[in-house]
């Protein structure tokens, strides 16, 4: 027996709620990164899921969107970690209920 | 003859899994793995005793004294009592230490390194394992050191550790852009990320006399150079041993490591040493061929383990011969003259290519190269002035 | 494909993205999530895409967990203070979850025998990506350069 593309779809779904509960429910900027970074990663796992299982032409967009996405993902990672440092020289904490200004 | 003793260790393994030939084809493979595996880890656990031992001797010779030579012959069984003295000391873990990470990083620095030695090929039909794209598994399998690392500086909740951890992760993150760059222009000549394409790819000779290996090319000299000062960097050898600069910071990231598990960090070490210099044997300097026609008798693997064994002699000469440089100026090296001369190589190679692979393609690749060097030598000469150390602190 | 690998490696990447979601040291966090990735990429080794697997452990092994250790070394230890665990957001998450689990279950089309797996070689993604994919490559080649330039000036000094 070979799992079907709905085991891996639901594996997806949840790595993503997962991801999901990661950055909703932590003070920590950094545990917010982190949940984004999973939830990025349960979408690729969809894309490479889908190119698999996908019927005879068997188009390769699937696993470039997986690339272009892993890219994306290592861009945003970047920024957001970089972020993260600057905000915390300004308030000298990464708890994101602390966060509450405009100002510096 | 010659071709029965080259390929011995296959028909080695053939006949062993003859052995079990009625058996379920998913055991023969689980099989065939280990004798790999266990292949692969005999002989290179062997070299590491040997070398450990010869390192010391050559370097005492390096330095007008005898080294050691008082266990066996030419004490050359002075790594077993090494061994046993490791396996005998107290096994300190520090009482604010997070004990799994402590644990944990001296086993994964030692596994990455056994994985990344699966794939070079060693000999003709002797690569441990080959996959669909060796030399991205290897970098990408490499890539995980700087976390091990990171756990081992993290976990001893040391400030040397730290600070060593923090230094290693620079030296790592800047040098494996050029060490990475310094392997595109073979993997774009080739057409291919298999290690036994790129060996394959070597074969032949110019004229009947220069093998045709990639450093004797202009761009394979450069990126060879390049990639093995990266590779130097990568093993945290000297001139390049910041992290664990035992005048500056104790033993970096292995402070509060004793006996076995230090043992094991300076095992990952070498074996990370062999697996950077087995690919720079593999994609540079010809992999397991023979330098001249009439010496294709002598068995592939020999070949192989030969031009290891020089490299890995350079290692030990450089360490004997040069000083520790500088944090910042290594910094500068790395990210100043190394990562656009991995580009100049890319570009060189592309014109090699297109201008026929030829003399005339070996000249154009020349020009390129000079060009750059002259260039980027003249922007950052410094006229015997270095410029002031600005300090900035992370906080 | 077999799906004793599948349920191994489905409990393994669940498990350790849990943790990393929960754990109240960061480091541990960062290190279970390292774990889930390298779940992530087993997936895809048994899907048949050696190359995006080996460039997900590379990217995101390689540099992005680096990356997070070392930021939340930069921003100091304290991971401690603030132990506040939203437990609204654990029920959204369970709502999100069980909401997709049922349209999953529920649509048809997806009870799809799996095709003859025809791999894809490194060769052909890069004439793909050389071929119809060359703006979009492009353009993410513009996008890490913004991006790296971008977090320099974040993350440099400012000028009190």
Redo the contacts between chains.
């Keep these: ?11 997806s ?16 900027a ?2 917010i ?3 984004i ?2 939830m990025l ?1 349960a979408a ?2 969809n894309f ?2 889908f ?6 032409p ?1 188009p ?1 967009t699937g ?2 969107i ?3 996405s ?10 957001g ?6 905000v ?2 300004h308030y000298r ?3 994101v ?1 602390q966060f509450n200004q405009l100002k510096g | 003859m010659s071709s029965a003793l080259d390929q011995i260790f296959v028909h080695l393994k053939g006949w062993l899994l003859f052995l079990i030939a009625g058996a379920p084809s998913w055991l023969i493979q689980i099989v065939s793995s280990l004798i790999n595996i266990v292949a692969v880890l005999a002989v290179f656990l062997t070299l590491f005793a040997l070398i450990s031992v010869l390192e010391r001797k050559i370097l005492a010779r390096m330095q007008n004294r005898y080294g050691p030579n008082r266990v066996g012959p030419f004490g050359l069984f002075q790594p077993i009592a090494d061994g046993i003295k490791m396996l005998i000391k107290e096994d300190i873990v520090p009482a604010r230490a ?1 004990k799994v ?1 402590h644990f944990l990083a001296p086993v994964i620095l030692a596994a990455i390194a056994i994985l990344t030695l699966g794939v070079i090929p060693y000999g003709r039909n002797m690569t441990p394992f080959t ?3 060796g030399i ?2 290897f ?3 490499g ?2 050191t ?2 091990a690392v ?2 081992a500086g ?1 976990a001893s909740n040391n400030k040397f550790s ?1 600070l060593g951890a ?1 230094r290693a ?1 620079a030296q790592m ?1 800047s040098y ?1 852009l050029p060490l990475i760059i310094a392997v595109l222009p073979v993997v774009m000549v080739v ?3 298999v290690p036994d394409r790129i060996v394959a790819a070597q074969g032949g000779y110019t004229l009947g006399v220069v093998p045709r290996w990639f450093v004797f090319t202009p761009w394979g000299a450069t990126a060879f150079l390049l990639f093995f000062v990266s590779g130097l960097v990568e093993s945290n050898r000297t001139p390049f041993d910041v992290p664990e600069g035992e005048s500056e910071i104790v033993a970096g990231h292995m402070t509060e490591y004793s006996g076995f598990k230090y043992a094991t960090f300076f095992m990952a070490e070498y074996l990370g040493m062999f697996a950077v210099s087995g690919l720079a044997v593999t994609m540079f300097l010809g992999g397991w061929r023979a330098p001249l026609g009439v010496l294709e008798f002598v068995p592939s693997y020999v070949w192989f383990f030969l031009k290891l064994s020089a490299l890995l002699f350079v290692y030990i000469w450089l360490r004997a011969t040069l000083p520790r440089t500088r944090v910042d100026q290594m910094m500068n090296l790395a990210w100043k003259f190394m990562l656009p001369m991995a580009f100049t190589c890319v570009i060189a190679a592309a014109v090699w290519h297109y201008a026929g692979r030829g003399l005339r393609g070996w000249l154009w690749a020349l020009l390129v190269i000079v060009v750059v060097y002259s260039a980027l030598s003249v922007l950052l000469d410094t006229r015997g002035k270095f410029a002031r150390r600005i300090y ?1 602190f ?2 | ?3 004793v690998a ?1 349920v191994i490696i ?1 409990i393994f ?2 498990a350790a ?2 943790a ?3 754990l109240p040291n ?6 279970c ?2 774990l ?2 390298l779940g ?1 990429a087993s ?2 080794f048994l ?6 697997g ?23 230890r ?2 401690r ?2 132990r ?7 029920v ?3 709502a ?2 069980g909401c ?2 049922w349209a ?2 529920k649509a048809q089309s ?6 003859h ?9 890069g004439q ?2 050389m071929a119809g ?1 060359v703006w ?1 490559l492009q353009c ?1 080649g513009v ?2 350069t ?3 330039i ?3 000036v ?2 440099l ?2 000028k009190r």
């Design positions: 027996m070979t799992p079907t593309l709905q085991a891996f779809l639901i594996v779904a949840g790595l993503f709620s997962i991801g999901l509960l990661a950055a909703l429910s932590r003070r920590h950094i545990f990164l982190i949940g970074e999973m990663a690729n796992l490479i899921a190119w698999h299982f996908a019927p005879p068997h390769s696993v470039m997986a690339i272009f892993i890219a994306i993902s290592a861009a945003e990672a970047a920024v970690l970089a972020m993260v440092i600057a915390y020289r904490t990464t708890n209920d | 997070d990470v996959i669909n794209g991205l598994f970098f990408a399998v890539s995980v700087e976390l990171f756990m993290w730290m923090m992760i993150f494996e057409g291919s990320l900035r992370a906080e | 494909m077999n799906s599948f489905a990447t669940l993205a849990l990393a979601a929960t960061l480091m541990h966090a960062a290190l999530l390292v889930a990735l992530l997936f895809f899907l048949g895409a050696e190359f995006v080996l460039v997900l452990v590379f990217i995101y092994v390689g540099a992005v967990a680096v990356l997070i250790v070392f930021t939340i070394l930069l921003t100091g304290d991971s203070e603030h506040g665990f939203n437990w609204s957001g654990v959204i998450a369970l999100v979850f997709l689990t999953i279950l997806l009870t799809i025998v799996p095709p797996i025809r791999a894809l070689t490194v060769r052909q993604i793909v990506l994919y979009p993410v996008l890490l913004a991006a790296l971008g977090a320099l974040l993350v000094e400012e």
